[in-house]
């Protein structure tokens, strides 16, 4: 729980063994988007000066972009600003992940736009659909109980074995995107 707690935003102390290994494999899709493929996509689009650019969004959305009061007012335009930035790169993300898993390809259709995030919802629906899982669902934050919505419901419920899965499904999608940069690249 504690380990979780450093990643994710949501109440850990309660979470049982589903609820940490989804909130793991949630923010595993949702970094591979923000970490490696958005940071690739800017910086092979505009240089350095695209990836600086896109970093800066993206921490600034991590740090204020969020809907507290405090930080509504300032946090809109960070928030905003890293949706547009990462609205072609999530689904480059949902199409590697599908790939890398041979699979997904229905749970994402139907499910990436359920996510109340416009870009988060696409590499987790890949994510849940490739492993077969099911991911999201009820959560709570600052102790207030949120109902969202199940991606993959179908799925099998989540185990802590199932991360090791993400993690390699992970690393063959990031193996598929760096071949396909460097083919991208040569031919260009």
Known sequence: RRAVAAIVGRDTDELDEAGIARAAIESLAESYCDGV???????LLLGLPGIWVYKAVNTADS?????EPRWRAFGWA???LDDGMNLLPAR???L??????AGGWQVLRRDARKHASPNAGW???AMAGALRLRLAGPVAYDGVRHDKPWIGAEGAEARARDIDRALRLYIRAC???WVTTAGVTWLI
């Open 96 to 101: 590697l992940l599908c790939l890398a898993g």
């Open 37 to 43: 493929v958005a940071p690739l996509f800017w910086l």
């Open 78 to 80: 960070a928030a905003r």
């Open 63 to 67: 740090l204020i972009g969020h809907q």
């Open 123 to 125: 590499p987790e629906a």
């Open 92 to 94: 480059i993300a949902a």
């Open 175 to 177: 193996l598929l995107l």
